[in-house]
């Protein structure tokens, strides 16, 4: 079972890619048109912007990733009962032994990246080393270690680069209106069927693409998650450990430093704790669900 999760998870990062430089394209050629007039264009940068972030999360994404979120790389002598569990659980994995990261933030939370086992890292919050005991962390860094043993991490890294590339265009198309970039273009196509179209279009795109990779990472988030609770279990052989762990983390306040959210997706626990219409965006299943599954097992 679990080889036939990671070559699914391998398919799956391909397909991946495809949707995302779909989502690319088409907003891609939304700014193109309202900045130049020229799908094109817009296209062909679209592209080029999606290429380098890609290339950079593959080849850079653990230092980018911990950059983003302010973590700092630790030794056995800084953190010891945090690497000494990461140590053990990655032994009992079989994988390498990945680099160990703390977050200075008191809300209770972790995750993993990198683009496979042999370059992936755990980071920590300072809060869940405060709060957690010995086996509730052993069930979280099982569950992060399971990410890594699946090779979850590599769509999450891949959808975290790929999604701030569609934000960051979105952005773009939405400054080009605010400011009125592209409206002497258009000014003469007023009259023009196919240029009201376009415009539409371009407007479209401009709001539905980030919405649209957003749902991508949902569907992509949520059973991984359950999976990984799982797993976590079968490493430590403690599932009391896991289901502790979770419910502690369903109390932890937000955590204090913003979270870009293309990345909130890598997190165990909601960084940003969304409630109401936001939450239906959420990319994990509700901690009460998790728990009562790890509880049937």
Known sequence: MLYDQISRNKRRT????????MLLATIGAAVGYLLLGSLEFGVA???????????????QSTNVVMSMNNAHEVTAEEAPQLYHIVED??????????????????????????????????????????????????????????HIR????????????????????????G????????????????GDGLGILL?????????????????????????????????SVELTRNPQGMIKA?????????????????SAALYINDPMKREGVRSLFYTHPPISDRIERLRQM
């Not at 890292?121 to 957690?132: D, R």
């Not at 979770?246 to 293309?262: C, E, I, N, T, Y």
């Open 14 to 21: 391909v397909v991946l890619i495809i949707v995302f430089f």
């Open 45 to 59: 940068l679209a592209m080029i912007i999606g290429v380098i972030y890609a290339a950079t999360m593959i080849f």
């Open 89 to 146: 659980m990655a032994m009992v994995a079989q994988i390498p032994m990945p680099r160990v990261f703390i977050v200075e933030d008191d809300s209770l939370n972790a995750f993993a990246t990198g683009s496979s086992p042999e370059n992936a890292a755990i980071a920590a919050t300072t809060g869940l080393l405060a709060v957690m005991t010995r086996e509730e962390l052993e069930g979280v860094v099982g569950h992060e270690v399971s």
């Open 150 to 173: 699946n090779y979850d991490i590599r769509i999450s890294t891949i959808a975290v680069a790929l999604a701030s590339a569609v934000t960051m265009l979105s952005s773009i198309g």
């Open 175 to 190: 400054r080009i209106i605010w400011y009125g970039g592209g409206r002497r273009r258009n000014d003469d196509r007023e």
């Open 199 to 231: 415009l539409i279009f371009s407007l479209l795109s401009l709001i539905l693409a980030p919405l649209a990779a957003s749902l991508v990472q949902l569907a992509i988030s949520r059973q991984r998650e359950y999976l990984a609770d799982a797993s």
């Open 246 to 262: 979770l419910q502690k983390l369903d109390q932890s306040q937000p955590m204090d430093h913003p979270v870009d959210s293309a």
